[in-house]
């Protein structure tokens, strides 16, 4: 089956350590989102790949990275994670970014910080 | 600013109806999509209005009248299963996908 998929699914750091999320995708699509979800909370858009084009998000902090080497994977770098950035990291594809398109979640990556 | 709106939680009983209402304040319209959250995983779509009027789908049907920036989910025959969060996301003018912070949908035997 077409997914999207996360890796991995739990990821505890401590303070201050680097972190990498990674995310896959077999649905060929465009487009790739990485969110961050607070509880009860919106999701929170930090970046978006366009193709190969990159996309932050205004207030996305300097410290949250993304690369996309590839049409299929898609990575968040957390550069120096701080307590406040304790949440459910969630990577979505579409197909574009306009109009009906739904976007296709992967289970989630939920990062503690120590 | 950009607004969405949605109860923060609702309660309903297995098999019962429940409508879940969302408003909007975005800069532009394109569309509006309802996705369901269970606890801890991720979001999975269920619909998409972007004309007025209501949408279809099974057990669940979701309405939009764009002159009142204002949409609702409605799910019937509720069963157990259907305890989740139900997010409103709204496609604004610049193609962003605006999202609501979900309805918490509590589903009593």
């Given at each position: 089956?077409?997914?999207?998929?996360?890796?991995?699914?739990?990821?505890?750091?401590?303070?201050?350590?680097?972190?990498?999320?990674?995310?896959?995708?077999?649905?060929?699509?465009?487009?790739?989102?990485w969110?961050?979800?607070?509880?009860?909370?919106?999701?929170?858009?930090?970046f978006?790949?366009?193709?190969?084009?990159?996309?932050?998000?205004?207030?996305?902090?300097?410290?949250?990275q993304s690369r996309?080497?590839?049409?299929?994977?898609?990575f968040l770098?957390?550069?120096?994670?701080?307590?406040?950035?304790?949440?459910?990291?969630?990577?979505?594809?579409?197909?574009?970014?306009?109009?009906?398109?739904?976007?296709?979640?992967?289970?989630?990556?939920?990062?503690?910080?120590? | 600013?950009?607004?969405?709106?949605?109860?923060?939680?609702?309660?309903?009983?297995?098999?019962?109806?429940?409508?879940?209402?969302?408003?909007?304040?975005?800069?532009?319209?394109?569309?509006?999509?309802?996705?369901?959250?269970?606890?801890?995983?991720?979001?999975?779509?269920?619909?998409?209005?972007?004309?007025?009027?209501?949408?279809?789908?099974?057990?669940?049907?979701?309405?939009?009248?764009?002159?009142?920036?204002?949409?609702?989910?409605?799910?019937?025959?509720?069963?157990?299963?259907?305890?989740?969060?139900?997010?409103?996301?709204?496609?604004?003018?610049?193609?962003?996908?605006?999202?609501?912070?979900?309805?918490?949908?509590?589903?009593?035997?």
């Amino acid at each position: 089956d077409a997914m999207v998929i996360q890796n991995p699914r739990y990821q505890v750091t401590q303070f201050g350590k680097p972190v990498t999320l990674s995310c896959s995708q077999t649905l060929n699509h465009n487009v790739m989102y990485w969110y961050q979800q607070k509880s009860s909370q919106a999701p929170k858009l930090l970046f978006h790949y366009y193709d190969k084009d990159f996309n932050n998000e205004a207030d996305t902090p300097d410290n949250f990275q993304s690369r996309r080497p590839n049409t299929s994977f898609c990575f968040l770098d957390i550069r120096s994670p701080g307590l406040g950035d304790a949440a459910m990291y969630l990577c979505a594809t579409s197909r574009d970014r306009t109009g009906s398109y739904e976007q296709y979640f992967g289970p989630g990556t939920r990062l503690t910080v120590t | 600013g950009q607004n969405i709106d949605q109860p923060t939680e609702m309660t309903a009983t297995e098999g019962a109806i429940v409508q879940i209402n969302c408003t909007y304040q975005t800069s532009g319209f394109n569309g509006l999509f309802w996705y369901q959250q269970h606890a801890g995983e991720a979001p999975t779509f269920l619909s998409y209005n972007v004309l007025d009027g209501l949408e279809e789908k099974g057990r669940f049907s979701s309405f939009l009248s764009r002159s009142k920036g204002y949409s609702y989910l409605l799910l019937k025959e509720l069963q157990m299963k259907d305890s989740a969060s139900y997010l409103c996301a709204v496609i604004d003018s610049n193609y962003q996908l605006i999202w609501g912070a979900g309805t918490k949908l509590i589903i009593k035997p």
